[in-house]
């Protein structure tokens, strides 16, 4: 009993060395900020967006395509921008990329929720269209400086795993005070004169929170002494790009997290939708529902950790699809808000569970090519990554805007048509089941176990600190 007891206990701690628990807490800081500003974008809004200004779901699907094609052009240039740069003594170099492009994020988001029902539609489409475009080049940036600044400083994949419950645990936290807002006040009857308020509250807090996460982080010379940077010009750099893009560590990563990640990730926009729709419920069961599913979730976080810690990466993928399953046919066929509430928190947890096991595979692989060739290149595979990931991870967003555009919602009308109910039931339930079931194939592919995951973290954990 003893030993059961222990290894419970053992299951719910941050047990990985290097970094102290303080420092594994500010490090985690700076990027559930950024996931926020996310969340209101591109989730909140589109709701807003169609509901309150009245812009026809043809019109978001088509500022996503754009915003899409952009991410495939300004993401590599960026990241490998970053690579080039150098660490200059007056000013840093990650942490003051992310300090200068906050403001951009800020205003942009602002501006965003200004539009009004009464312009015509090709200027809101517009308008909202120039605003994403200036927010998500400024996200960018913050990304890829966050991500290399963080792969520098927690070198092992323990540490990343802990890092990243901790971060999950805050996000899911300030995703709480933020989908409280359109749940009380965009399912039912939500007023624009209300929610106007509201949401620069929460931008405001949003940029007080940016403001303390960055305060004071180190960002010294110090930290790059070990990183073999190399400048890539031309051809060169159309030739290491290739040679990363169609190995096999890359390939199988990128595919599992178009086919499967993109769409488990976007989950919340259509509880918002289904709630509404579907159930037709009122904005404080909606706010309820959500709340207790994620504390839910919350308190198995370091649960998660432990499993992938102790299983790798590609193991503990094959745990979830259990989960994924429960929840999105429970969805589909929900009756009553009991079922609803169950299979949600089958949805929560399966999105925590594998956004946490597939969370450091992307370092893995920077470290191993570092490994292999001597030359750390964070910013351009960060740069390939989001050709791949970031710019498809809005799929899922235009498909399902699109699915229930093709059977008929209408945002401004008072109750959907049965179509249209079907139509939210097969976007919320079917179409991300099955993006689990077939990710299960690149994920079979993925060359990296449990051993070989250990030998690289060992090894960024020598070119860092150097020791065992």
Avoid at 1 to 20: D, N
Wanted: net charge positive; charged share 15%.
């Amino acid at each position: 009993m003893k030993k059961v007891i222990h290894s419970i206990r053992g299951a719910f701690r941050f047990t990985s060395t290097g970094l102290t628990m303080g420092q594994k807490w500010r490090l985690a800081l700076p990027g559930p900020v950024l996931s926020v500003g996310g969340v209101l974008i591109h989730n909140v809004f589109i709701k807003y967006y169609t509901d309150m200004i009245g812009l026809s779901p043809k019109y978001v699907g088509w500022v996503y395509l754009i915003y899409n094609i952009w991410n495939a052009i300004n993401d590599p240039m960026i990241g490998v921008w970053i690579d080039k740069m150098r660490h200059r003594p007056n000013r840093g170099k990650y942490v003051y990329i992310m300090r200068v492009t906050v403001p951009f994020m800020i205003i942009s988001s602002f501006l965003m929720m200004l539009s009004s029902p009464s312009w015509d539609q090709w200027l809101i489409f517009l308008l909202y269209t120039v605003e994403l475009f200036i927010y998500d080049t400024a996200a960018t940036a913050y990304s890829v400086a966050y991500q290399s600044y963080t792969l520098i400083a927690a070198p092992t994949k323990e540490e990343r795993v802990d890092v990243n419950i901790i971060q999950n645990y805050i996000s899911q936290a300030l995703s709480f005070l933020i989908t409280m807002i359109p749940t009380l006040l965009l399912v039912g009857d939500g007023k624009r004169e209300v929610i106007i308020p509201v949401f620069s509250a929460v931008i405001l807090a949003e940029t007080i929170f940016f403001t303390l996460a960055l305060r004071g982080l180190r960002d010294d010379a110090k930290m790059y002494e070990s990183l073999n940077n190399q400048d890539f010009e031309g051809n060169n750099l159309w030739k290491e790009s290739w040679k990363i893009i169609k190995s096999r560590p890359f390939l199988t990563y990128v595919i599992y997290s178009i086919i499967t990640i993109g769409p488990i990730g976007f989950y919340f926009t259509p509880y918002l939708y289904y709630m509404d729709d579907v159930m037709q419920s009122d904005g404080l069961t909606a706010t309820i529902v959500d709340a207790s599913t994620h504390i839910i979730a919350l308190i198995f976080l370091p649960v998660m950790g432990n499993i992938i810690k102790r299983c790798g990466t590609k193991i503990s993928i094959y745990w979830g699809t259990l989960t994924a399953i429960l929840g999105y046919v429970g969805i589909f066929f929900a009756s009553n808000i009991w079922t609803v509430a169950a299979s949600y928190i089958m949805i929560v947890f399966t999105v925590n569970y594998i956004r946490t096991a597939v969370s450091q595979v992307g370092a893995l692989i920077i470290d191993d090519n570092e490994r292999s060739t001597g030359v750390r290149k964070t910013g351009l595979f960060n740069g390939l990554f989001s050709i791949f990931i970031t710019a498809f991870s809005s799929l899922q967003t235009v498909i399902f805007i699109n699915v229930i555009g093709a059977f008929g919602y209408d945002g401004l009308a008072a109750t959907q048509s049965e179509s249209a109910v079907f139509g939210i039931r097969v976007a919320t339930g079917l179409i991300p089941l099955v993006s689990v079931i077939i990710g299960l194939i690149p994920i079979s592919f993925y060359p990296f176990d449990k051993k070989k995951e250990e030998e690289i973290s060992a090894f960024s954990n020598y070119a860092r600190r150097g020791g065992p």
